[in-house]
């Protein structure tokens, strides 16, 4: 690749690319503001020919990916262009995707709908991504918060609901030197109309949609779930700020409903975000006295069930959710997304084991029912489940090897597939010595797991791993046993 991949890769089956035939695509975004389109099963094209490739920067002409150092920060490093993972609308055949640039001095991001059979810009764009909100906070100008495209990382994936597209923002880590506010945004899929902008914190600070990467989530009415981090909160007294709060929106981006924890003043003192990691829905629990239900976790480690109809508000005294599980990750922060597969949770924390949870009758044991023998480091794995319905469950997770630096890049990571069950070990890919092993790996990859292949991304390439018996011709591919 062109630049470094923290997007996960998204793949699309039978796309009929012009004059290359029909093909199942792998797209993958990268840091150099680029989007490339691969066969997905390795038949033709490499990094040289991919079936088609967008750039959204010319350096002749002053545009390039913003400079990590113009923002000061090491989390991406050495530039900025597209970090979050993009979304497909398989109805109208269009990949949307947010880029950042910086162009002669001004710093823009803009929402780009591409063809996926081509590339091709879409529905007039791409459009240049502008708010403001009435409010007080911090870097307010004349009673106004404005989006900054400098400050914001748009690192949360990108939802498409609602016949709309729903953006999240949050920052680089930096504030104790830079104001921020998060922000969640909808655009109209078919005209890249902006419908609405929420900021999390009008009349205060932070309170950044990050969520490890994780995208916002949506329940089958169309209502919106995202995690804060540190930030103001003053929701309780009739405030508009919601920082280390479990915001449910409507889908035009107004407040339905909320669970703020009831020692959010001094988790936030802390630094203990509550939306370090990303939301999790789970399907409707059949019987259960709290069918419609959602997980969420962050820095301290501690689990939160809540009902999504009721979802608990905020008490000073202690919480009014469905269920917190102080002890389940064994302190560990949750920095990633966890998964659900068969009435069992998956969490993969930071410096800690996979911990598989169950459900039972609407409420998660405390006790995990297993945990693997193999550790990740900070910062911990979301887990990802392929399976034939449900059986022959599999769960992928990334290992990051950061290699003793501070970038959000490091030495060689591996897969590991463990069973779904028991957390045995079922395969990684150190097991084959140095021919499956994965180049300089990138903090917060995700696995995507489709038609019997694995894909993830590295700080130099996009890997493939299959059963050896289907070993794609080019030598991009990095196979192992299954």
């Avoid at 991406?76 to 640039?101: R, W």
């Avoid at 953006?167 to 030197?177: N, Q």
């Avoid at 995990?368 to 900070?378: E, G, H, Q």
């Avoid at 590295?458 to 299959?466: C, H, K, Q, Y």
Wanted: net charge negative; with cysteine; charged share 15%.
């Amino acid at each position: 690749m062109d630049g470094q991949i923290y997007a996960q890769p998204v793949e699309l089956q039978n796309v009929l690319v012009p004059g290359k035939g029909q093909h199942n695509v792998v797209y993958v975004a990268t840091e150099n503001d680029s989007v490339y389109a691969f066969d997905a099963d390795g038949k033709t094209g490499n990094n040289a020919n991919p079936l088609w490739h967008d750039v959204f920067i010319n350096p002749a002409k002053g545009i390039t990916p913003i400079p990590s150092s113009d923002v000061g920060t090491m989390m991406i490093y050495p530039q900025i262009g597209i970090t979050s993972t993009p979304v497909i609308d398989m109805s109208s055949g269009t990949l949307y995707v947010v880029a950042a640039t910086k162009e002669n001095g001004a710093y823009l991001q803009r929402l780009h709908a591409l063809d996926v059979t081509s590339g091709a810009e879409k529905f007039g764009g791409p459009v240049v991504i502008q708010a403001s909100v009435a409010g007080d906070g911090w870097g307010a100008i004349n009673g106004k918060v404005y989006f900054d495209p400098l400050r914001n990382n748009q690192r949360a994936a990108l939802l498409l609901a609602n016949e709309t597209v729903y953006i999240a923002w949050a920052s680089y880590g930096l504030e104790d030197v830079h104001q921020y506010h998060g922000w969640a945004m909808g655009y109209d899929a078919r005209t890249l109309q902006q419908l609405g902008a929420f900021c999390t914190t009008p009349n205060g600070k932070q309170g950044g949609i990050w969520q490890g990467g994780g995208g916002i989530a949506a329940d089958a009415d169309g209502n919106l779930f995202f995690l804060t981090g540190n930030g103001t909160f003053d929701a309780n007294r009739g405030g508009l700020d919601y920082g280390m709060t479990y915001v449910k929106i409507s889908p035009s981006i107004g407040v339905v409903d909320y669970f703020t924890p009831y020692n959010e003043a001094s988790l936030s003192g802390m630094d203990m975000d509550f939306g370090s990691g990303g939301p999790l829905l789970l399907p409707d629990q059949s019987g259960a006295a709290h069918p419609f239900l959602a997980v969420g976790a962050g820095k301290s480690g501690v689990i939160y069930l809540v009902d999504r109809t009721k979802m608990g508000g905020f008490n000073r005294s202690q919480n009014q959710n469905l269920e917190t599980i102080p002890n389940a990750l064994a302190g560990h922060a949750l920095v990633a997304t966890p998964a659900y597969f068969a009435e069992k949770l998956y969490f993969g924390a930071a410096n800690d084991v996979l911990r598989i949870l169950q459900i039972t009758n609407g409420l998660i044991v405390s006790t995990p029912i297993a945990t693997s023998n193999v550790d990740f480091p900070f910062p911990g794995a979301t887990p990802v489940i392929s399976a034939n319905g449900s059986a022959d469950g599999i769960v992928w997770m990334l290992q990051f090897n950061s290699n003793g630096g501070s970038q959000g890049y490091g030495g060689p990571g591996t897969l590991f597939a463990f069973n779904p069950v028991t957390a045995a070990l079922l395969y990684s890919s150190d097991q084959a010595g140095r021919r499956d092993m994965p180049p300089s790996s990138i903090k917060f990859a995700t696995p995507t797991v489709a038609n019997g292949k694995v894909y993830f991304g590295t700080a130099s390439e996009l890997d493939v791993f299959g059963l050896l018996s289907q070993r794609a011709s080019t030598s991009e591919a990095h196979l192992g046993a299954n």
